[in-house]
C-alpha cells in the first residue's frame, strides 16, 4: 500500500502524521511524508500551486492529509495531479479555504461526496467546526470533540478509521 502523507504548514505535523500512519497498522511500507519547499525556505510563504506543482504525479493507494495538506489533495485531486482509493482528511480549514490563493473551493469540496474519502473534524475546530462541513454533505464525517485543530486525542478517532479502511478496502462501501 502506497501512502502519501500530506501535513499542515507546521513541519512537527509530518511526525504526528507518521504516528497515525502507525496506528492505522497498515500493512504499507514506509509512508512518502511531503516536505514543503517553504519549510526550507523562511522567505517563502506557503503557495498552493507551487505545492501542487511539487507532488509525485503518482497514484497512491492512501493519503492521509492535516489542514493545509487537506486543501493541497482536493485541489491537487480537481487538477487531475494526483490520484488515490483513500484519503483520510483531518482538519479542513474551511473558514480560511476562500482565502488560499489558487484554491477553488466551491468545485474542490464537491469531492467530499464521494465515499473514497474519510473526514475527521473536531465539533468545534477553530479554523472550522464540524457543522460548516457537514452543510457540505460529505460521504463519511467523523465528529469529534475539540477546539484546538491539534487532533491529538488519537482514541477519538483511530479504531474507526481502521474500520473505515476495512470496510473501503473489503469492497463495502460504494463509491
Keep these: 500500500m502506497k501512502t502519501l502523507l500530506l501535513p499542515g504548514v507546521n ?29 526550507s525556505d523562511k522567505d517563502d510563504k506557503p503557495s498552493l500551486k507551487k505545492e501542487i506543482g511539487r ?20 485541489q491537487a485531486l480537481l ?21 488560499v490563493k489558487g484554491f477553488q473551493a466551491e468545485e474542490a469540496f464537491k469531492q467530499l461526496a464521494d465515499s473514497s474519502f474519510l473526514l475527521i473534524q473536531q465539533q468545534e475546530d477553530k479554523l472550522g467546526h464540524a457543522k ?24 477519538h478517532y483511530i479504531e474507526k478509521s481502521k474500520s473505515w479502511l476495512m470496510k473501503k478496502s473489503s469492497g463495502e462501501l460504494i463509491g
Design 11 to 39: 513541519p512537527a505535523t509530518i511526525e504526528w502524521l507518521d504516528l497515525v500512519f502507525h496506528k492505522l497498522e497498515l500493512s504499507s511500507k514506509q509512508p512518502f511524508p511531503f516536505e514543503y519547499s517553504f519549510w
Design 55 to 74: 507532488l509525485p504525479a503518482q497514484k497512491f493507494d492512501l493519503i492521509i492529509a492535516k489542514s493545509f495538506g487537506t486543501l493541497v489533495l482536493l
Design 79 to 99: 487538477e487531475g495531479r494526483l490520484s488515490c482509493d483513500s484519503a483520510i482528511l483531518f482538519g479542513i480549514p474551511i473558514k480560511i479555504a476562500t482565502d
Design 132 to 155: 460548516l462541513l457537514s452543510e457540505l454533505h460529505p460521504a463519511n464525517l467523523l465528529t469529534i470533540p475539540g477546539n484546538d485543530h491539534q487532533y491529538n486525542e488519537l482514541d
